[in-house]
């Protein structure tokens, strides 16, 4: 992977570029086409960017703590437990963070396929985010951990305090979908976007935005720009209300 920004341009792994940020902070990370879709023809994510893509989305995710999804891209069937190269758990181990990062699910209703193996081969249990409300449809004898904030509602900012207070999760990745970014945006908990962007039209008709309605704009500022087999991977930090773009 090349860094074009900041310059002079120089090759880097993408392990060393991501593990730069402090032991509190919280990433959305999220692959789209050139013309602003999340998603491909075919409705998947993994349709974009590539080997490239996939290489940055290992390493985001071995140097993190743990994984935020939400629950409609759980429902896909498509995430599984976290599981690394042998090369990535090593280099995870040699920084302190032995064991896998576990995935941890956003859900409001606990509508949920409890049998999948998300929730039934985890090296590192999974966590599932969700609300008091919800709690009597908790399945007796899973292995994962809930994790309620919030009555009716699921209420993010005290689950992402709790994670890091009581689960010692401090570099958060959100990897989405879109309802789950945009709440977490929202809500005023996102440091960092990391952008993949894939040399690819989808064309009307097949689009899915990355963020839904936002009431105000976040500003932001570009920190580094990457390139790799012709997909770009951008970096921009969110500044914080009253703080001046530098």
Known sequence: MRRLLPGPPVELDPFDAYQDQPDRWLRVGMALSVDGSVTDRQGWTDGLGGEADRRVFRALRAVSDGILVGATTIRTGRVGPHRLPEELRARRAAIGKPAPAP??????????????????????????????????????????????????????????????TEHGLGQLLCEGGPVLATAMTAAGLVDELCLTIAPALIGAGHHTRPFGHLDRRPDLTLTALYESDGVIFSRYRLLRSGEVQD
């Not at 998300?118 to 008091?132: R, W």
């Not at 904030?149 to 689950?159: C, F, H």
């Open 103 to 164: 995935v941890i699910v956003v859900t409001r209703s606990l509508r949920l396929d409890w049998s999948h193996r998300l929730f039934t081969e985890a090296a590192s249990p999974t966590i599932v985010i969700t609300c008091a409300d919800a709690m009597p449809g908790w399945p007796p004898g899973t292995a994962a951990h809930p994790l309620v904030a919030g009555g009716t509602e699921v209420d993010l900012p005290e689950a992402v305090r709790r994670l890091r």
